[in-house]
C-alpha cells in the first residue's frame, strides 16, 4: 500500500517517555505520546492528524454521551526479534470496527485511513513498545459522534481516534467464573456483536455482584433460555472437552473475537477437531462432573488465553483439573506468543509490519 494520504503531524515538546519504567506498567493507565484524529463531516473524513495525546474538548450535548453512538477496537503492536515493529491481524480490527459502525448507524472508516493512521502513529511512537517478552502496544482505535444536539438520530458528525498504551505481560490468575443466569449481556438481534461502548456498561452492575460474591468474572449465558454459553466477561469462551475444542458459534449476540478466530486456526492447523455450536450450561456441568472438561478459558486481545480454574453454578462451585504445560490452552498461547514475536513463522500472514 502506497502512503497517499497526508497526516498532519504536531510533534510533542515534552515526550513523557523517560518518566516511563516500560517494564513495570499498570495496564490503561500510561499512555504514549501522539494520538491519530480525524473527524467526519459533510458526508465526508476530513484530514487526519496526529497531535500530542491530551484532553479534548466535548459539546454538553454530545450525542455519543447521551444516546450512545461510541465504538472501540483493542489490539496489539509488538517489538519484532530482528528489530521492528508489527501488527497483530490489524485488518480484521479494522473489518470489524466498520461492522461495529454500521450497527450503530456510524460512518465505515476507508482501509487506507485506518491502515495509515494506525502505522504513522505507531512509527512516530515506535519507542514506546516495550521489548520485554510478553509485553507490547495495547491500540485504542475508537470512533464517537460529535454532533452538540440533544434530539435522537444518527449524528451527522464523528471522530475516529487512535491512542496506544504499552503494557507488560498479563498474569493470568486462573479465574473463579459463574454462569450468570438472571442477567444478560446481550440478545440475538441486538449489538452485542459490535464493540460498542454499551455493552461494557450494562455488564458491568451484574460483574460487581459476582464479584462481590468472589468471582472474576461471569459466564453470560443467552437470553431467552439462560442456558446456553455465551462468553466469558468480555472475553470468548472456549473449552477443551474430551480433546475437543468447542466453543459457542457466533451470532449476532457473540463477539466475533480475532483472538477466538486465532485460536480455533491453530487447534484446526494441529489436526483437533474443532465445534463451533450451541455450548450448554448443563453439558459444560455435565462433562466437569465426569472429568471430560479437560480446559476452560476465556480469549482477548488483553490476556490472549485467560485459564478458568474453578466454575460456579445455581450456588455451588466445581473444581476443574489442574492444568499441565502440555495443555492446549498452553501450547496455543505459547504459539500466538511466538507468532506476535516473530520467532516462529508466521504461516497465515497474520503479522504486519508497521
Ligand atoms: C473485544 C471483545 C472480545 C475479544 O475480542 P478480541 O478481538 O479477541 O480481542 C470478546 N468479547 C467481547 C464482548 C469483546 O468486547
Known sequence: ??????????????????????DHIEFGKVFSDHMFAVEYRDGEWQEPQIVPY??????????????????????????????????????????RLNASAERMCMPAIPEEL???????????????????????????????????????????????????????????????VRFEQKYVRSAEGGAGFAKAAGNYGGAMMPSKLAQDEGY????????????????????????????????????TSILDGITRRSVLQLARDWGMPVEERKVSSLEIMDALTKGKLHEAFGVGTAATIAPIATIGFEGHDYDLPTVGPDAFSKRVSAALEAIRSGEATDSHSWMVKV
Open 1 to 22: 500500500m502506497i502512503d497517499i494520504l497526508p497526516i498532519r503531524i504536531q510533534r510533542t515538546t515534552a515526550s513523557r517517555l523517560a518518566e516511563v519504567d516500560l
Open 54 to 95: 491530551g484532553d479534548m474538548a466535548v459539546s454538553p450535548a454530545n450525542s455519543a454521551l447521551h444516546y450512545g453512538q461510541a465504538i472501540f477496537e483493542g489490539m496489539k503492536a509488538y517489538q519484532q526479534a530482528d528489530g521492528g515493529v508489527a501488527l497483530f491481524r490489524p485488518l480484521d480490527n479494522w473489518a
Open 114 to 176: 485506518f491502515m495509515q493512521g494506525l502505522k504513522e502513529l505507531i512509527r512516530l511512537d515506535a519507542k514506546w513498545v516495550p521489548a520485554k517478552e510478553g509485553s507490547s502496544l495495547y491500540i485504542r482505535p475508537f470512533m464517537f459522534a460529535t454532533d452538540g444536539f440533544i434530539g435522537v438520530r444518527p449524528s451527522d458528525t464523528y471522530r475516529f481516534m487512535i491512542f496506544t498504551c504499552p503494557v507488560n505481560a498479563y498474569y493470568n490468575k486462573p479465574l473463579r
Open 216 to 251: 472474576h468474572q461471569l459466564l453470560w449465558t443467552d437470553a431467552s433460555e439462560h442456558q446456553y454459553v455465551e462468553e466469558s466477561g468480555t472475553m470468548n469462551a472456549i473449552f477443551v472437552i474430551d480433546g475437543r475444542v468447542v466453543t459457542p458459534a457466533l451470532s
